[in-house]
């Protein structure tokens, strides 16, 4: 019955976006060569995709070919006028995603300028195993974290070793304060409600000269959250939310104990919006579940008709 409502809500909402005219491209990313960008280096949920022990039709579609791989949820900031680079989140895919920034974005000689936590689970700090002894052995790269995340990886192995090896140099931040990275960029982290088993959770507003983006790609539930979405969306350019499930009974888990906004809930609690505030929205983090992880499906088409966006990777996001 849920999914019946559902679908005949998107499609009056589909009518209604035809009527006005709804974008499906936003000027920025048709901008050529900006100095200072955000790329989307990877959009799946901690576990990417495939998952492990994936054997239905989601991951089956890598298996015979019909879907390609997706990497772990992060975004790189480039930054050409200055040679600079920064990751969002060290995941699992880390290797491929600074291979990306290398390749494709900015070889100034460094593995990376820095690395942005949000929190610790899997998909968003073990990457920095790379950066120790049996690895890369880095030299003091510049890592960000919260303090409740900074005393983890000091106390904890093998992270800890990572700081005694100085393969990786702690460098604090603190709730809704304001990293200057350079005259053009500002970095502003800010708690979010998650699972704090091991840290606090933070998503980040990363504000250039001309656009700010948010960044949110783990929260329980916007409800729960001191702050109003609709209005935080508003006054930025670009907001990467947290898409983990589409709708609620996607898994055979107890969904309640993983809370995540839904897709279905987040478009819905943004149908009254303008269009021009629906199109600053790019969902990301998804899980293997979720049907708008895919490339192409019909949930998804239906959503973008709507006004609403997804991440996808090699997107270019000019600041």
């Known amino acids: 019955m849920f999914l019946k409502l559902w679908r005949l809500r998107i499609f009056f909402l589909f009518v209604v976006c035809l009527f006005l005219g709804c974008k499906t491209e ?27 022990n994936c054997d239905n039709d989601c991951c089956n579609a890598f298996y015979d070919g019909t879907e390609p791989k ?13 040679k600079k680079k920064w990751l ?10 600074i291979q990306d920034l290398k390749t494709n974005h900015l070889d100034n000689g460094k593995v990376i300028d820095g690395v942005f936590l949000t929190h610790a689970h899997i998909g ?33 192995g093998p992270w800890s070793q990572l700081v005694s090896f100085n393969n990786i140099e702690l460098r604090p931040l603190q709730n809704d304060s304001i ?7 500002n ?23 001309n656009k700010t983006a948010l960044f949110i790609p783990d929260i329980d539930k916007w409800h729960v959250w001191k702050k109003d979405i609709i209005k935080e969306v508003k006054k930025v350019d670009y907001a990467f939310l947290d898409a983990s499930f589409f709708r609620d009974g996607e898994i055979a888990r107890d969904m309640s104990k993983i809370p995540h906004p839904f897709t279905t ?55």
């Open 26 to 52: 936003t000027q920025e990313n048709q901008k050529l060569n900006p100095n200072q960008y955000i790329t989307i280096l990877g959009i799946a949920q901690d576990a990417g995709f495939p998952h492990i």
């Open 187 to 209: 970095v502003i982290p800010f708690l979010v409600p998650h699972r704090d088993e091991y840290s606090e959770t933070v998503g980040y507003k990363i504000v250039g000269n």
């Open 124 to 156: 968003h700090y073990t990457g920095l195993m790379y950066f120790g002894f049996e690895a890369l052995g880095g030299d003091k790269v510049p890592i960000y974290a919260m303090p409740r995340m900074k005393t983890y990886l000091e106390n904890n």
């Open 88 to 97: 969002f989140d060290a995941t699992p895919d880390m290797t491929q995603q």
């Open 265 to 319: 809930e987040t478009t819905t609690l943004f149908e009254n919006e303008d269009i021009e505030t629906k199109n600053k929205i790019y969902f990301i983090h998804f899980n293997h579940s979720n049907p708008t992880l895919k490339d192409s499906h019909p949930l998804k088409d239906s959503i973008q008709n709507l006004g609403f966006r997804f991440a996808k990777q090699g997107d270019i996001f000019a600041l």
């Open 70 to 82: 997706k990497l772990v949820s992060c975004l790189g900031l480039v930054d050409l006028e200055n």
């Open 179 to 185: 990293i200057s990275l350079n005259a053009e960029l």
